[in-house]
T-cell receptor, first 111, second 115 residues
Framework: DQQVKQNSPSLSVQEGRISILNCDYT??????FLWYKKYPAEGPTFLIS?????DKNEDGRFTVFLNKSAKHLSLHIVPSQPGDSAVYFC??????????FGQGTTLQVKP | EPEVTQTPSHQVTQMGQEVILRCVPI?????FYWYRQILGQKVEFLVS????????KSEIFDDQFSVERPDGSNFTLKIRSTKLEDSAMYFC?????????????FGDGTRLSIL
């Protein structure tokens, strides 16, 4: 199932700089997109979501951008902090309740 | 902050045995889910459950799997006759409503190891 793809398995940024995590999708019927963060030995934690009718949603240091024509979304974290180091999953929703996840991107924020 | 709790954190079972994974969703949530993540692979949807019925299930969720809400607080996933390929991390999740605008809240998972 390749409907949601995160092509970068890892990303390393310096503390205080911007982290940009990318996600591509193929199904134009997705109505919501969500980002989750996951620490080792814990479950995914919801970060931020965006409706398919919007192109931007912001919550504190986290902003998600959606480009429907390109079927692409990105999560911006600014400024990045060492505590942001985790695996980030992009997920999409088409039918109510079913989330389709990407493979995840491991973010490392260096002090 | 309310959270989803899962027990046990690690379950080791012989192939062919039945296993029950337990979850306590957030108390005011009405929609419940199971996902799994095989080591090195994506998190995959298994099943959604609402009003004591399965709402949707994936191809993975075959006749060997079942879910139940035996009382007002627990939500369980049963695998009747486990196979080696059932070894994975199993995550329970819950949400207030089913729409994509209602984020699902996940537990910390049960690591299932089939020997």
């Amino acid at each position: 199932d390749q409907q949601v793809k995160q092509n970068s398995p890892s990303l390393s940024v310096q503390e205080g700089r911007i982290s940009i995590l990318n996600c591509d999708y193929t199904n134009s019927m997705f109505d919501y997109f969500l980002w989750y963060k996951k620490y080792p030995a814990e479950g995914p934690t919801f970060l931020i979501s965006i409706s398919s009718i919007k192109d931007k949603n912001e919550d504190g240091r986290f902003t998600v951008f959606l480009n429907k024509s390109a079927k692409h979304l990105s999560l911006h974290i600014v400024p990045s902090q060492p505590g942001d180091s985790a695996v980030y999953f992009c997920a999409a929703s088409s039918s109510p309740g079913k989330l389709i996840f990407g493979q995840g991107t491991t973010l490392q924020v260096k002090p | 902050e309310p959270e989803v709790t899962q027990t046990p954190s690690h379950q080791v079972t012989q192939m062919g045995q039945e296993v029950i994974l337990r979850c306590v969703p957030i108390s005011n949530h009405l929609y419940f889910y199971w996902y799994r993540q095989i080591l090195g692979q994506k998190v995959e949807f298994l099943v959604s459950f609402y009003n004591n019925e399965i709402s949707e299930k994936s191809e993975i969720f075959d006749d060997q799997f079942s879910v139940e809400r035996p009382d007002g607080s627990n939500f369980t996933l049963k695998i009747r006759s486990t196979k080696l390929e059932d070894s994975a991390m199993y995550f329970c999740a819950s949400s207030e409503e089913a729409g994509g605008n209602q984020p699902q809240h996940f537990g910390d998972g049960t690591r299932l190891s089939i020997l």
